[in-house]
Every structure is written in structure tokens, then in C-alpha cells.
């Protein structure tokens, strides 16, 4: 059962009591809008607060625990769980006074609530919260405890008086127990996730086979000038792969280069001796293990900390409602799941073809079917000129031929719209940050709460 008081660090988080009644009326007195919600309170803050606390006496601590915000003597907001046992799951719901937002009170408490539900209730496998989509103060909070954007329901709720959106998120306890804690200190570049790719989606060397054709040739020669597998292994990688045909005949079929080096190491075998091999191969599975990983378990990576980047960087930069939007470099579909519910058409451009499928699947569960996905990279983007009004690219899909990028983003977006680019490359890239400044696009700071900060670029077409 969970616990009926919980400390942090600021605050003592426990039940409603009788004689709370005077902080509570001090509580109610206050603008008091619902996290979750952008509805108010007002009104006779005694006969409000008498009824609260009668109702808290009611609950069933099994199924409805509740625990008001106490920072010293003063009731600054109140945390609860709606726990449904038969389906393993909870629902979470918070709030703050306003005097006490934006202090990081209502994420302190309810990650505090989040670990204390999935220690205490073994057969919790998921909580899930809600938001009016306006309140994105809410939203950030769940974003910053990793929660997952799950859907919205349009017109849902219409609690303050005008019909509103309302987002849903969730987090599973798989999701939950293997996110790693990163440094909570502001970072500049690009981070060195505390994550090994390697356990958490259980590679071994034969999942190279997941990469496809795209992938596959993207490592061999890595054509941003990078040294490729082909050039960083040489006979190497030949040998280290031999021991396993399916990956040899899957890399053959998409790789001439690749299938003339089989010929010559079969002509020529070069021998490795057992610590060699493994060290070899230990060290190609490394070099690829997020891309395989994210080939061979894209909902996993869907759920990894860097996608938390808030979604008002989208929507206070480009206006998508009812606009024809291209998410380049789609990858698992986070950018177009955030436009689908407002935009007209999203064209999801990747030409990795399992994550098309896992695009399709996700925004069909979401019940979105305005978006289409398109086998393509950013050079050549299968669209006619001027076909969209927003171009959005995010997390580093820029940076291989990028005088070629810029010219088709021109092309493709038509007079009126905008080009937003979110962490396109490495920070480290400087010729080709300075690249996209020469093209007109306007740079800002892009925070991602996990993460750090990144750069960001916005063009406004005439």
C-alpha cells in the first residue's frame, strides 16, 4: 500500500486532515487553476474548503490515495491516484497555487508520487495522466518526468466554459525502471547519454540483419566524410562478419562495395585470433548499436529521454492547424505525432522502411489519418515544388549533403511558409551551423529538459 506521508527534498506530502481547515481555506482562497486543467476555482473559500476535506474522509486509500502539498506550514497544492487494479494501471492528478508555480514544486511531487506507486504496488504497470492542451505548464511537467504523449482528444472537456483539447499521457513501468538519471546541470553540446544501447535493446552482432539497405550503406561509407565501417575495419570487418552469413548476405544485397570486399576476403582470408575477433566485433555492434537498436525496437527508442523536447518549440514557431506540414527525417514519427492532431496533411519523409511501418501503426492507434509516409531522403523529397506550407526537421536528420538539404527545403515549401529546424546536427558541425545561417535562417537556443541545450533555426519564406 502506498505510503501515507512522502518527503522531498522542499516539501512533506501527506492526507487531508480535519484540522487542516484553516490552511485549506487559506488554499482555496488563493486563484487556485488545476494543473490539469484550465479551469479556476473561485467562490466561498470556507464552504469550498469544509466540502474538500469532508470528500478526502470518504476515499479508499487502496484505490483513491490523495496527499496535499505541504512546503513548511503552508498548503501549496495537492497530488492523487485514481488506481483501477484490475487493469494495473493509475491515474495521476496535481495541482499548484499560483503563487508557486514555475519553482518545480509540482514535478518534485509528483515524480515523488511515481516512484512511490511503483514501489509500493508490485502489479502497477502503467500511470497515466491528462492535460487541457492549453495548460502547457502541465504538459512540461509531465514531459520532464518522461511521461509519454499517448493521444489527444479534441473537444473534450469544456470545464472553462469554452471547448477545449485534452492530451493524454503515460508511463509504462518497463519505461520507468530502465530510464538512467542524467546530470541535472545545463549542458552545452551534445551529450553523452548515460544509456548502453547494447543492454537496453539486448543486441548481439547478428541484428545487424534489422538495418536496412539505407542504414547499411550509411555505415559502410559514411558520405559526411566520417570514417565508414569499410574504411575504419578494412579486412577486418570482413573477417568479424564471416562467422555470421545471414548479416554478410543481408549487407551483400544492399552493398555492391561490400559484396566486391566478401569476394576478395574469401581469396584472401585474413585470420584473427579469438581475443581479435571478439574485440572487432564488440566494436562494429558499438559503432551501430543506436541505429540497430532503433531498427530492431522502434517503440523502445520512442520511449528514450531525448525525445522530451517540449512541443511548444513546434507550435510557437509554426502555425500547422490546418496546414500541409514535412516531418524530414521522420525516424519513429515524434515530430509528426505532434502536428497530426492540428495540421490538415503531414508527409513523413524516411526512408528507413521499418520505421514507416512503425509510423503508420502508432498514428493509426492515435486515429490519426492524415498522414502519409514517403520512402525518401532530404535531397531528393518525392514532393512537387511548393507542396507544403511548414517543413519541421528534428534530432540531427541534416547534415549529409547539405548545400543539396537547404535547396530542397527551398523547393518544396511554398511562398508563406517556414522552415524549423530543432538539433539538426551536432553543435560541434560549425560549417554546417554557419551554412544554415548563410541560407537566411535565424538561430535560437533549444532546451531539452534532459538533455541540454541544442541549437535551433527558423526561415520564414516571402
Known amino acids: 500500500m502506498l505510503p501515507r506521508t512522502i518527503r522531498t527534498k522542499r516539501l512533506t506530502l501527506r492526507p487531508h486532515r480535519s484540522d487542516d481547515f484553516e490552511a485549506m481555506c487559506r488554499y482555496m482562497a488563493t486563484f487556485v ?38 512546503l513548511s506550514a503552508e498548503l501549496v497544492g495537492g497530488v492523487s491516484l485514481r488506481i483501477d487494479e484490475s487493469n494495473r494501471r493509475a491515474e495521476i492528478a496535481y495541482e499548484v497555487t499560483s503563487a508557486h508555480r514555475n519553482r518545480g514544486i509540482a514535478t518534485e511531487a509528483v515524480r515523488a508520487v511515481i516512484e512511490s506507486a511503483f514501489a509500493a504496488e508490485p502489479d502497477l504497470n502503467r500511470i497515466t495522466a491528462r492535460a487541457d492542451a492549453r495548460n502547457q505548464p502541465s504538459i512540461r511537467v509531465l514531459q520532464k518526468l518522461r511521461l509519454r504523449y ?87 570487418l570482413y573477417a568479424a562478419l564471416m562467422p555470421l552469413p545471414e548479416v554478410v ?35 562494429i555492434l558499438q559503432r551501430c548499436a ?88 532530404l535531397e531528393r523529397v518525392p514532393l512537387a515544388d511548393d507542396a507544403v506550407d511548414a517543413a519541421i526537421l528534428t534530432n540531427g536528420s541534416f547534415g549529409w549533403k547539405p548545400d543539396e538539404e ?23 558541425d560549425s560549417d554546417i551551423l554557419d551554412g544554415i545561417r548563410r541560407a537566411g535562417y535565424e538561430a535560437f537556443d533549444l532546451e531539452m529538459p534532459t538533455m541540454g541545450t541544442f541549437p535551433g533555426f ?3 519564406f516571402g
Open 249 to 283: 548476405e543481408h549487407f551483400s544485397q544492399a552493398s555492391p562495395a561490400f559484396r566486391a570486399g566478401v569476394r576478395e576476403a574469401q581469396a584472401h582470408p585474413l585470420e584473427l585470433s579469438p581475443q581479435e575477433l571478439r574485440s572487432t566485433q564488440d566494436a
Open 33 to 70: 487553476s488545476s494543473e490539469d486543467s484550465s479551469a479556476s476555482r473561485e467562490g466561498d473559500a470556507e464552504a469550498a474548503a469544509r466540502e474538500w476535506l469532508e470528500r478526502a474522509q470518504r476515499y479508499d486509500w487502496r484505490t483513491e490515495p490523495h496527499w496535499g502539498m505541504w
Open 406 to 428: 537547404l535547396r530542397e527545403i527551398d523547393r518544396v515549401v511554398r511562398p508563406g511558409g517556414t522552415a524549423l529546424m530543432l538539433a539538426p546536427c551536432r553543435p560541434s
Open 150 to 236: 499517448e493521444g489527444t482528444l479534441r473537444e473534450h472537456s469544456a470545464e472553462s466554459g469554452t471547448l477545449a483539447d485534452e492530451v493524454r499521457y503515460g508511463l509504462l513501468r518497463r519505461e520507468f525502471e530502465r530510464s538512467t538519471p542524467v546530470s541535472s546541470a545545463p549542458a552545452r553540446g551534445w551529450p553523452r547519454m548515460v544509456i548502453d544501447p547494447i543492454r537496453m535493446f539486448d543486441l548481439r552482432l547478428s541484428d545487424l540483419r534489422h538495418l536496412d539497405a539505407y542504414f547499411v550503406n550509411t555505415f559502410l561509407d559514411d558520405e559526411r566524410g566520417n570514417p565508414g565501417l569499410l574504411r575504419e575495419f578494412g579486412p577486418r
Open 458 to 460: 527558423i526561415k520564414r
Open 290 to 377: 543506436w541505429n540497430v537498436g532503433m531498427a530492431k525496437s522502434p517503440a523502445t527508442w520512442d520511449a528514450l529521454p531525448w525525445s522530451d523536447w517540449d512541443p511548444r518549440e513546434i507550435h510557437d514557431r509554426v502555425d500547422v492547424r490546418d496546414r500541409v506540414v514535412l516531418d524530414i527525417g521522420a525516424g519513429t514519427g515524434q515530430a509528426t505525432l505532434r502536428c497530426a492532431p492540428y495540421a490538415e496533411r503531414v508527409f513523413a519523409l524516411e526512408p528507413v522502411g521499418v520505421l514507416r511501418e512503425y509510423i503508420v501503426r502508432k498514428l493509426s492507434a492515435h486515429g490519426f489519418r492524415n498522414v502519409t509516409t514517403l520512402n525518401g531522403i
